[in-house]
């Protein structure tokens, strides 16, 4: 499996240190119906708003120890949901969903042409024809200002599991060569007064692509962009100052 990061080190701290929420309205919205496909859902931070909004919803992610916390949240709350471990470059469906997430920037993980390609070959494969896929990435602009200028600290969050805290340092840096960022995630585990207790160090990779390139992988995977967002209000996409670029393209083509 190609991962950017080790999630398998560190899924029972994610909770506590990822507690985005801006993009839950905007997913609930654009599920409205059908059968919808979430890729690389880690601990379901999204899953399970549309879970509780009644969305048909299948969830996939290459890592079990995220899938663990996920599964263990789905029982707590008494729902339920098909969840298969899956690399998103090997996905095995046909023709199923009317509707395919790729949430939270994660398609930046795959780090190569070549995974990227993979990626997108079996997200057509397994939507309906004229199915959607809705995938959200950095703007390379705006993400690249915060990279490589200084460690940046995150936290004390207080742990989900309410014994003590987590706190995060990152550590980045570019390679403009192969559009990849590369650095060092430092995850610290603090007791109850905010002491460490514990630290792990892990890789990071990610490769950042222009709204250009995306649309050749895209149009060449046989979809068509029908929108493109700059923030999860729906703002149409600012070249120079989005922080994103939310891409909902059409499958048009069936190879
Ligand atoms: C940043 S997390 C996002 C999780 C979740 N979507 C969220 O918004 O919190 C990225 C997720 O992608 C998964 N992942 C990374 N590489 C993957 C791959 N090649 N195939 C499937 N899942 C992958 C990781 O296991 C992790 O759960």
Same mark, same amino acid.
């Given at each position: 499996?190609?991962? $950017?990061?080790?999630?398998?080190?560190? &899924? +029972?701290?994610?909770?506590?240190? %990822?507690?985005?929420?801006?993009? =839950?309205?905007?997913?609930?919205?654009?599920?409205? *119906?059908?059968?919808?496909?979430?890729?690389?859902?880690?601990?379901?931070?999204?899953?399970?708003? %549309?879970?509780?909004?009644?969305?048909? =919803?299948?969830?996939?992610?290459? *890592?079990? &120890?995220?899938? &663990?916390?996920?599964?263990?949240?789905?029982? &707590? /709350?008494? %729902?339920?949901?098909?969840? !298969?471990?899956?690399?998103?470059?090997?996905?095995?469906?046909?023709?199923?969903?009317?509707?395919?997430?790729?949430?939270?920037?994660? @398609?930046?993980?795959?780090?190569?042409?070549?995974?990227?390609?993979?990626?997108?070959?079996?997200? $057509?494969?397994?939507?309906?024809?004229?199915? #959607?896929?809705?995938?959200?990435?950095?703007?390379?602009?705006? /993400?690249?200002?915060?990279?490589?200028? $200084?460690?940046? #600290?995150?936290?004390? @969050?207080?742990?989900?599991?309410?014994?003590?805290? !987590? *706190? %995060?340092?990152?550590?980045?840096?570019?390679?403009?060569?192969?559009?990849?960022?590369?650095?060092?995630?430092? !995850?610290?585990?603090?007791? $109850?007064?905010? #002491?460490?207790?514990?630290? +792990?160090?892990?890789?990071?990779?990610? /490769? =950042?692509?222009?709204?250009?390139?995306?649309?050749?992988?895209?149009?060449?995977?046989?979809?068509?962009?029908?929108?493109?967002?700059?923030?999860?209000?729906?703002?149409?996409?600012?070249?120079?100052?989005?922080?994103?670029?939310?891409?909902?393209? /059409?499958?048009?083509?069936?190879?």
């Amino acid at each position: 499996m190609s991962s $950017a990061l080790d999630y398998e080190r560190i &899924a +029972h701290l994610y909770d506590s240190y %990822l507690q985005f929420t801006d993009d =839950l309205p905007f997913f609930r919205q654009q599920c409205q *119906s059908g059968a919808v496909l979430e890729l690389m859902c880690g601990t379901g931070r999204i899953s399970i708003p %549309l879970l509780e909004a009644g969305v048909n =919803l299948t969830c996939t992610d290459a *890592s079990p &120890a995220m899938l &663990a916390i996920f599964q263990d949240k789905l029982m &707590a /709350r008494g %729902l339920s949901a098909p969840i !298969v471990q899956a690399d998103v470059t090997d996905l095995d469906w046909q023709l199923v969903f009317d509707l395919v997430l790729l949430p939270f920037q994660s @398609f930046h993980e795959l780090c190569t042409e070549v995974e990227q390609r993979k990626a997108l070959a079996g997200i $057509a494969q397994a939507l309906k024809p004229n199915g #959607h896929f809705i995938c959200t990435l950095h703007n390379p602009k705006v /993400r690249l200002q915060a990279i490589g200028k $200084a460690v940046s #600290h995150y936290g004390p @969050f207080p742990r989900v599991d309410g014994i003590g805290f !987590v *706190s %995060l340092s990152v550590d980045l840096n570019y390679d403009p060569a192969t559009e990849t960022v590369r650095g060092w995630q430092t !995850v610290y585990e603090l007791d $109850a007064v905010e #002491h460490p207790i514990a630290e +792990h160090r892990l890789a990071v990779q990610f /490769r =950042l692509i222009t709204l250009e390139d995306f649309q050749t992988l895209l149009e060449s995977s046989g979809f068509l962009i029908e929108e493109v967002f700059g923030n999860y209000d729906y703002s149409l996409f600012a070249p120079e100052t989005s922080p994103y670029m939310i891409i909902s393209a /059409r499958k048009i083509k069936t190879f």
